[in-house]
């Protein structure tokens, strides 16, 4: 910002190496923004991801990117792309550098409330704010149950982003439904409820002080009333694929994961691909460095396949079908040890790699020879969806 500033009405060119943070996620869309449109910067040359390491003690590492800019354009432009992060680049000769770092036209990403194709709409699940009071270990269900035992009609199991992953058990006391001359002859369970009413009544937010009215009820109830499809929000950088899966409505879905209600196996397939995989890679943000996959950020943008035919759909249901399938072979093993790179089975190897190839083709026919090459088409893809989106005149709003 402060060089775009400084090189206004000059020639000067300027290149940073900075963490790749700001050609990822929202930083994106909060920081492009200004330096294309205000300060009408143009980037000239640019090495995507790569690991730098220093001299110093301990010889830190850093996942970097180096972004070379003026503001003045140029007809040849370079991207330095790397097969992995501790390799050589390669150069590749481009039109134009987008604020992701790569081919495309300039524009960026901003967060949306509503997909930009005809698919379902992804949430988060429901969030206790309760001071874990609402919220169970194994121990604590058991203890409950046995000196409250009509309480278990009350209690459900609880899922979030580490349980799922995990094979954890956790649970949740969910009295959406729960009759008031039940609740009065359960003591214990009526210290928990008061407990949430005086943890929320002595927040500082006015929305919190205001659910303290409400001590039964999750602070947000977003439960689906049919199976749904489960992603979690952050995952480890080490896993190829985002382990997602589909879930009965009994379980509850804690605020740390995504979900779809009454998802298609399509749905399942699109989003277990290594296309969805690039996009969460370059579009999404990071906690630490591991992936963030947002709906409003990630989801909502997605480029879904165009005009997939119905054979399209039906192979790609059917892979994802053999997908569930193979992990079924292997129920004592968690999500997250199938789908550790060094410990996911052969046979799930195959079978995600099978559902790679059948999301490919419902996209075009051509296959995709790198991560990049995907990118630029979903970009493209991308800038058609959403073309429209900024030339249409608001419908005005009757009085």
């Known amino acids: 910002m402060k060089a775009a500033q400084l090189i206004q009405n000059t020639r000067t060119k300027v290149a940073f190496v900075s963490t790749n943070s700001i050609s990822q996620g929202e930083q ?4 492009w923004n200004i330096l294309l449109n205000q300060f009408k910067i143009k980037i000239h040359f640019a090495h995507r991801t790569f690991s730098w390491s220093n001299e110093a003690k301990g010889n830190a590492a850093v996942h970097v990117i180096i972004v070379g800019f003026a503001n003045y354009d140029i007809n040849n432009k370079s991207v330095f792309e790397y097969e992995n992060v501790k390799g050589k680049p390669h150069e590749v000769k481009v039109k134009n550098i987008n ?7 300039d524009f960026v990403l901003n967060s949306r409330t509503r997909p930009i194709c005809k698919v379902q709409n992804m949430m988060n699940g429901s969030m206790p704010n309760d001071d874990g009071n609402l919220l169970l270990n194994s121990d604590e269900k058991n203890d409950l149950l046995s000196k409250e035992p009509q309480t278990e009609k009350y209690i459900k199991k609880f899922v979030g982003a580490i349980e799922y992953l995990n094979n954890q058990d956790r649970y949740c ?5 729960a009759q008031p001359n039940d609740l009065s002859k359960l003591p214990i369970l009526l210290d928990r409820i008061e407990n949430v009413r005086k943890f929320r009544s002595q927040s500082t937010r006015e929305a919190t002080q205001k659910l303290s009215n409400y001590p039964t009820l999750f602070g947000e109830i977003r439960q689906p009333d049919s199976d749904y499809l489960i992603a ?3 995952s ?6 985002i382990p997602i899966d589909i879930f009965s409505k009994d379980i509850i879905a804690s605020n740390l994961v995504n979900i779809i ?5 399509y749905t399942f397939g699109v989003l277990s691909s290594i296309m969805m995989m690039g996009w969460i890679k370059n579009v999404g943000g990071r906690l630490k460095s591991d992936w963030r996959f947002t709906k ?5 943008n997605f480029p879904w396949p165009e005009n997939p035919t119905e054979k399209q759909k039906a192979a790609i249901e059917e892979k994802a079908q053999k997908v569930l399938d193979v992990r079924l072979q292997f129920p004592n093993s968690s999500l997250a040890d199938l789908y550790y790179p060094l410990t996911m089975p052969p046979a799930l190897v195959k079978a995600h790699n099978e559902l ?3 999301v490919d083709l419902a996209y075009r026919p051509q296959p995709f020879t790198s991560e990049a090459n995907r990118m630029v088409f979903l970009f493209e893809l991308y800038e058609k969806y959403t073309a429209d989106l900024f030339t249409k005149e608001k419908p005005k709003k009757i009085k």
Do not use: T
């Not at 209600?261 to 196996?265: E, T």
């Not at 409003?296 to 909502?300: E, I, L």
């Open 28 to 31: 994106v869309g909060i920081l």
């Open 99 to 105: 604020p992701y770092l790569f081919e495309g036209k």
């Open 173 to 177: 006391i969910w009295l959406k439904d």
């Open 232 to 234: 979690p929000v952050v």
């Open 236 to 241: 480890s950088i080490n896993r190829k694929y």
């Open 261 to 265: 209600p009454d998802a298609s196996l």
């Open 296 to 300: 409003d950020n990630v989801y909502n």
């Open 356 to 358: 790679d190839k059948a």
